[in-house]
C-alpha cells in the first residue's frame, strides 16, 4: 500500500513510498527549476501581500501550478499575474494571480472541517489548494474540457477530497450545500444570490465584486439568516461566466 505524508512533500515533491515499492503512475518527475520559482512567488508576491497563515503559504509552496497551465505557459506559471488556461471553443477560463489567491483564501478563513465551493475553477489550482485546508471542496465549471482537465490534475496529485462537476458558476451546487465558505475565482457584476442562498450559518463567501469601480474583493457573511459584507481589497479579476452585467437598453 503507498503511503503519503501528504499528496507532494515540501521539498522534493516526491510521493512517500515504503521499501521495495514503485512510483505511482501518477508520480511526476521533480523540477527544481519551479520549485525555486514557487518559493519566490510565495516569498515575493505572497508573504509581502499580507498573507500569514502558515497553512496557505505551505500549501502554496506544494501544489504545483505550473500543472495547472498548458506546458507553453509553464515558464511564467509563477509571475504576479493572472493566466489563461484556455476553454474549448476559443473560451477564455483564468488562474488568478498568485497574491490575489493567498489573500482570498486568508479572508475565508477555512478550517479543516469546512465544506468549501469554488466557483469558476477552470483548471482546478485553487480548488487544489482548499483541498489543503478543507475537509471536502467541490469545484464548479462550465467548460467540459476544463472539468476533465482538472479532474486529471487533481487526481495525479492525489487530492481525494475534491470534487469537480460541470455547472454554470451563478448555479454552484445546491446538492452539496450548505456551504461554510463559497470562493469565486473571478470576478461578478451581479449579487450571486443562489450563491449567497447556499451558505450556510456562518458561512462566508468570498471573491472580487465588480459592480462598482474600482473593483473590490468582498466578504459576504451569513449570520442568524442575514447576510453582512465588508470591503477587503482593491483587486481586478476576470468576470466569471454568466455572472455579468445585462446591458441596459437606454432610448
Known amino acids: 500500500m503507498l503511503r503519503f505524508r501528504s499528496p507532494w512533500t515540501k521539498h522534493a515533491e516526491v510521493p512517500i513510498l515504503l521499501a521495495g515499492q514503485s512510483p505511482p503512475c501518477f508520480w ?4 527544481p527549476v519551479f520549485s525555486a520559482a514557487r518559493q519566490k512567488m510565495v516569498d515575493g508576491q505572497v508573504r509581502t501581500n499580507d498573507v500569514t497563515d502558515h497553512r496557505i503559504i505551505d500549501a502554496m509552496m506544494e501544489i504545483p501550478r505550473e500543472a495547472f ?56 489550482y485553487l480548488a487544489a489548494l482548499a483541498a489543503r485546508l478543507a475537509a471536502k471542496v467541490t469545484a464548479t465549471e462550465n467548460d467540459q474540457a476544463l472539468v476533465s482537465r482538472g479532474q486529471g490534475i487533481l487526481a495525479e496529485l492525489g487530492l481525494a477530497n475534491v470534487t469537480v462537476k460541470c455547472a454554470e458558476p451563478a448555479q454552484g451546487d445546491p446538492a452539496a450545500a450548505p456551504f461554510d465558505v463559497i470562493i469565486l475565482n473571478g470576478a461578478t457584476e451581479i449579487a450571486p444570490e443562489s450563491l449567497f442562498g447556499q451558505l450556510g450559518e456562518g458561512g462566508r463567501l468570498v471573491g472580487v465584486f465588480a459592480k462598482t469601480h474600482p473593483a473590490r474583493a468582498m466578504i459576504v457573511t451569513r449570520s442568524h439568516g442575514d447576510l453582512g459584507n465588508r470591503v477587503l ?19
Open 233 to 251: 481589497f482593491d483587486a481586478t479579476a476576470p468576470v466569471l461566466p454568466g455572472l455579468k452585467r445585462v446591458a441596459e437598453f437606454v432610448f
Open 69 to 124: 497551465v498548458p506546458e507553453g505557459l509553464r515558464a511564467i506559471a509563477y509571475l504576479d499575474r493572472e493566466l489563461d488556461v484556455g476553454g474549448s471553443g476559443g473560451a477564455r477560463r483564468y488562474l488568478l494571480a498568485p497574491q490575489i489567491t493567498g489573500k482570498l483564501l486568508q479572508a475565508a478563513e477555512i478550517t479543516a472541517a469546512d465544506n468549501v465551493l469554488i466557483v469558476g475553477c477552470a483548471t482546478g
Open 28 to 31: 511526476v518527475k521533480p523540477m
